[in-house]
């Protein structure tokens, strides 16, 4: 009876395990939808400020009012992304990037989204030939053979870019 109750406390501890991932996968999924909406009142806002912008120079006029309340918004919702950012790096237990604010985890070396190199405390595996992963989604690095996001520009362990 012994191995069937270890095998019951493993199942539950692994049930346990799930739901709080499938927790946290659907938190950091909401936020980034979030993101996503604030970044398009964004590129609304900047095509606005293009239309606004040439329509003075269209006119001949040097003042632009209109311009200074739309940069004004533009400040108010990048402030609000970051925040929405800071969120992710909560419920994921990351950091953010310095250069671009993207969320970075914490056994990336590299942001994914602009190269930087981070900066980190942890100590890293340093000869990872020795490791084999069978990929099924990502993108693997060339370079190194780091698992990627698909949509990652760098590589977060070398920082090549792919």
Do not use: W
């Amino acid at each position: 009876m012994g191995f069937i109750d270890d095998i019951g406390k493993r199942i539950s501890r692994g049930t346990k395990v799930l739901g709080q991932k499938s927790g946290e996968f659907i938190e950091v999924t909401r936020i980034k939808l979030d993101i996503a909406s604030e970044k398009d009142k964004l590129e609304k806002l900047y095509e606005e400020i293009g239309k606004i912008a040439y329509q003075f120079y269209k006119d001949g006029s040097g003042d632009m009012p209109q311009i200074s309340d739309q940069c004004r918004l533009i400040d108010e919702i990048q402030q609000k992304i970051k925040i929405l950012n800071k969120k992710i790096v909560q419920v994921k237990g990351g950091s953010l990037c310095k250069e671009c604010g993207e969320v970075v985890s914490t056994t990336q070396r590299y942001c994914h989204h602009c190269g930087r190199e981070l900066e980190r405390t942890n100590a890293v595996v340093e000869n990872e030939k020795e490791y084999r992963v069978e990929v099924s989604n990502g993108v693997v690095c060339k370079e190194c053979g780091a698992l990627n996001e698909e949509d990652a520009e760098y590589c977060a362990s070398c920082g090549n870019k792919q």
